[in-house]
């Protein structure tokens, strides 16, 4: 039945409709079920778009939170075949976790994040199998040692434990304050919110267990229930970031992106790791770049712009190639520049070079040409809009006043665009549908 679904609108709707069964009561088990015979494999980027939509349609956030592990256990399987087995291999995956790359050398800032020490996200998996395995090895014999017979010792020493567990809050401060606000800014804004609500959840948990380890008169086997609870909460938000959060914003952040929130952890810390050197992205001196290659063309140097270096041959490509048409006026109102596409909707000729706008103009609507002109010159607008039809064209034309950093103007940039292709998008394609032939 799987054939019947390829398509992400029926995906979602599919997804939706589990999610609200189980929102409605019905049946684990049973929900789980139809989700295995329906669909092969979900993403992360899936989860979060059906979490966007939930919140969206008025579900409130707290809701969604409660649900939260329950879509973690329903998508386990899938999502971790997605991401663990077939994107690592167990082999990777074993050695990353070491600090190592795939080949059990030391990761270098050229191979993947999750491989290079130092990147926020290697910092954050680390992380997370010291955590892992302060629960596992550590806690989880003391509390088999807890069911057994109880002693003031032992409940000091699972105190200090939590105590230790408990810096987990700084691995989600810094998820939190640092890569939340980048997954809002691109309009991911379900996943942050619940998620937010599971780690308070998660402090909370600790901080009741480190108080009931402290009170004589809480009983053992209360102290064992709530600890093992807890303990299966940071269990389950490992999994939800390995396998949900982490390939989400890997396809989202760009690396500069990245490189802040790495310098700014350091502000806040780290939990049970720390890396032992800096990310440093690779990065390439354009400038030397060009002088090692001898790729300049003879008598020719580049500019430089606050931004990058280029070429004046790179420049003018650049402009050429872009999809629109655009023709420069300084601010005396004479035509300095104008791009050359492949396809300009108003012709130029270059005899327009050095002639006062106006005289490019029929005589009809060249005071309406002063009028903008004046109003972009003189700060009342910052741009001038209108569009037209031209046969199966239909054609924006903006006049946008072009300023210097103080505010000086410094002359009028005409944009014009044949918008009719846009007008015609529905829904959206995303750049990893091209990769696989989605249309």
């Known amino acids: 039945m799987s054939e019947y679904i390829n398509n992400r609108e029926y995906r979602q709707k599919a997804l939706k409709e589990l999610i609200l069964e189980?929102?409605?009561?019905?049946?684990?088990?049973?929900?789980?079920e139809k989700f295995?015979?329906?669909f092969g494999g979900v993403s992360a980027n899936e989860i979060a778009a059906l979490e966007n939509e939930l919140i969206k349609e008025g579900m409130p956030v707290s809701e969604v939170q409660r649900l939260c592990d329950v879509h973690a256990a329903i998508f386990k399987g899938s999502i971790e075949e997605i991401h663990s087995k077939e994107a690592y291999g167990k082999e990777a995956y074993s050695k990353e976790a070491q600090g190592k790359d795939a080949y059990g050398g030391e990761a270098q800032s050229k191979g993947r994040p999750e491989d290079t020490v130092g990147h926020p996200v290697h910092t954050m998996k680390m992380e997370n199998r010291e955590i892992k395995?302060?629960?596992?090895?550590?806690?989880?014999?003391l509390l088999d040692e807890l069911d057994k017979k109880d002693g003031t010792d032992l409940r000091h020493k699972l105190a200090g434990e939590f105590i230790k567990l408990m810096e987990i809050d700084k691995h989600y401060l810094i998820k939190e304050n640092l890569l939340f606000p980048f997954m809002e800014k691109y309009g991911i804004t379900a996943p942050p919110k619940v998620m937010w609500g599971v780690d308070d959840e998660i402090r909370a948990a600790i901080r009741q267990v480190i108080e009931m380890l402290n009170d004589p008169a809480a009983s053992s086997s209360d102290i064992a229930a709530n600890a093992r609870a807890a303990v299966d909460k940071v269990q389950e938000m490992i999994f939800k970031e390995e396998n949900i959060l982490i390939p989400m914003v890997l396809d989202t952040l760009s690396e500069d992106e990245w490189l802040k929130i790495a310098h700014e952890s350091n502000e806040i810390g780290f939990t049970l790791y720390e890396p032992d050197r800096e990310w440093k992205p690779v990065r390439v001196n354009v400038a030397e770049k060009?002088?090692?290659?001898?790729?300049?063309?003879?008598?020719?140097?580049w500019l430089q712009f606050e931004?990058?270096?280029?070429?004046?041959?790179?420049i003018e490509a650049v402009l050429n190639t872009l999809p629109v048409d655009i023709t420069f006026v300084d601010k005396d109102g004479v035509v300095?520049?104008?791009s050359q596409g492949t396809d300009r909707i108003f012709p130029r000729t270059k005899a327009v070079i050095g002639r006062k706008v106006q005289n490019c103009h029929p005589p009809a609507s060249v005071h309406v040409v002063e009028?903008?002109?004046?109003?972009?010159?003189?700060?009342?607008?910052?741009?001038?809009?209108?569009?037209?039809r031209m046969g199966d064209r239909y054609v924006m034309i903006r006049y946008l006043a072009v300023r210097d950093k103080d505010g000086e103007f410094l002359g009028t940039l005409e944009f014009t665009q044949d918008i009719a292709p846009l007008r015609q998008l529905e829904g959206e394609k995303r750049l990893l549908d091209e990769e696989k032939g989605v249309s």
């Open 133 to 141: 395995k302060l629960a596992e090895e550590v806690i989880a014999p």
């Open 290 to 301: 060009e002088q090692k290659q001898g790729t300049m063309p003879a008598g020719e140097g």
């Open 371 to 388: 009028q903008v002109v004046e109003s972009l010159k003189s700060g009342e607008k910052d741009h001038v809009d209108f569009w037209i």
């Open 307 to 314: 931004t990058g270096i280029m070429t004046k041959q790179e």
């Open 336 to 338: 300095k520049f104008f």
């Open 22 to 32: 189980l929102h409605d009561g019905k049946p684990f088990e049973e929900v789980k």
């Open 36 to 38: 295995e015979k329906l």
